[in-house]
């Protein structure tokens, strides 16, 4: 089992930053792509960024340009860094990731942190 801990949500005012990480526990497991997610009241979950082991990154357009992601393959954790923060961002931000042991691939979900933006 793979544990996908959340942390850095919180109230932000409009233009503003936050940084999300998230750490994978786990001794036996290889993390390969890890990701972030979010899911706004009445809508479905989206995707906001995904970073494979290598470094290579994908992004939503809606998030392009002002979104960064990254992650520290040592620590198993992967962060989004968010600036010019819009009320739209607004969202349970979910992280993601694919982990391998032997042949199999699972993947896991974190319990979600709040991201507010608003004045």
């Known amino acids: 089992q793979v544990q996908l801990v959340e942390s850095g949500g919180g109230l932000v005012q409009p233009g503003g930053s936050l940084r999300l990480s998230c750490a994978a526990s786990?001794?036996?497991?290889?993390?390969?792509?890890m990701g972030w997610y979010r899911q706004a009241p009445g809508q479905q979950r989206e995707l906001v960024a995904t970073?494979?082991?290598?470094?290579?990154?994908d992004y939503a357009d809606s998030v392009k340009d002002r979104f960064s992601i990254s992650r520290d393959n040592a620590k198993n954790t992967v962060y989004l860094q968010m600036n010019s923060l819009k009320p739209e961002d607004t969202a349970v931000y979910y992280c993601?990731?694919?982990?391998?042991?032997?042949?199999?691939?699972?993947?896991?979900w974190g319990q979600g942190t709040q991201v507010t933006v608003s004045s």
């Open positions: 970073i494979t082991k290598g470094g290579s990154s």
């Open positions: 993601n990731a694919d982990a391998r042991l032997w042949s199999r691939t699972t993947n896991y």
């Open positions: 786990t001794t036996i497991f290889s993390i390969n792509t």
